[in-house]
């Protein structure tokens, strides 16, 4: 059931339960304590102060317990974004859910989310539902694909706010995300890839990054992921060989990197190299390309922190 602000409301007290919800009856009006999450009492305490303005509400009965699906709001400005931004390049994948990395004159700082427990999950609730699937419990297996949604979208979560915090770290953040169609077309060759790609639902984890972006007033523009496996970020000779697996070395300079590493960085140096067409379309006519003296200094020192793999 929706209800609206004149049906619904929250009322801060000082009893044990601070915060209670006011709801309209034909009885006239209850008053019920809110239970919930530390960080949902904060966001409340937010609202009373001021930060935060109240959205929509519903309310759902389940299992015999009212919940109450409170939206919160708050007004920001996300800034133009101008050549004088620091990107921080994303690539999504497979062994790593992300590679982000802050790309000022150079690369600075770089972060990875590994990925294998989560693909182990991933084929534990596919080999249980081919095991019901046999049994042909239908209940079951809708039950185990609610499940793994529920888990998948955890981690998104834990992967999106570890970007976030990343890019809240330096001055003028903008956010550089892959195009999803991209992706797809460079793994087009493999269907168990695609599947795969599938059931990451990157197309959420991107929604996530964007809308805590947003509420972080951080802007997010989208970039073709198109060679940037197979691109040396140092010297800019694109070749299919260079990748090899996780290693990537430049038949050309002979520089060698994290493969994934040298993804992010191209899609974050994009942002500076952006096609003309795409720039007019997104960003105006700003455009300043990196100099040759700044892509000699490319990747000298990068520091890396090495998040493993989000708690599942």
């Not at 994290?258 to 190299?273: F, G, H, M, P, T």
Request: proline residues 3%; positive net charge.
């Amino acid at each position: 059931m929706r209800l609206d602000k004149r049906t619904f409301s929250v009322v801060e007290t000082d009893n044990k339960f601070k915060y209670f919800a006011s709801i309209a009856t034909a009885d006239g009006r209850v008053f019920v304590p809110l239970l919930g999450q530390r960080y949902q009492y904060k966001n409340l305490a937010k609202m009373f102060q001021g930060e935060l303005l109240q959205g929509t509400a519903e309310l759902l009965f389940k299992d015999g317990d009212f919940y109450v699906y409170l939206s919160l709001k708050k007004e920001v400005v996300v800034s133009e974004p101008d050549a004088t931004f620091t990107a921080i390049g994303v690539d999504l994948g497979l062994h790593n859910l992300s590679t982000s990395v802050i790309l000022k004159d150079r690369p600075t700082k770089a972060s990875f989310f590994g990925g294998k427990p989560a693909l182990a999950m991933r084929r534990q609730f596919a080999e249980f539902r081919k095991s019901l699937a046999k049994a042909k419990k239908l209940k079951r297996i809708k039950a185990s694909k609610d499940k793994e949604s529920r888990c998948m979208r955890d981690i998104n979560h834990k992967v999106s706010s570890a970007i976030i915090e990343q890019a809240l770290a330096v001055e003028k953040p903008i956010i550089v995300l892959e195009k999803l169609q991209g992706i797809r077309q460079r793994s087009k060759s493999s269907k168990k890839l695609n599947r795969m790609l599938n059931s990451w639902a990157f197309a959420q984890l991107q929604s996530f990054i964007k809308y805590k972006a947003n509420w972080n007033g951080i802007p997010v523009v989208y970039v073709d992921p198109k060679y940037t496996s197979q691109k040396c970020n140092r010297c800019g000779f694109i070749h299919k060989g260079n990748r090899k697996g996780r290693n990537f070395a430049c038949k050309k300079c002979g520089y060698q990197l994290n493969a994934d590493l040298n993804a992010a960085i191209n899609i974050a140096k994009q942002y500076k190299n952006l096609a003309s067409s795409y720039m007019l379309e997104a960003l105006g006519d700003v455009t300043t390309p990196l100099t040759p003296a700044m892509e000699r200094k490319q990747c000298e020192e990068i520091s890396v922190v090495d998040r493993g793999n989000p708690n599942i």
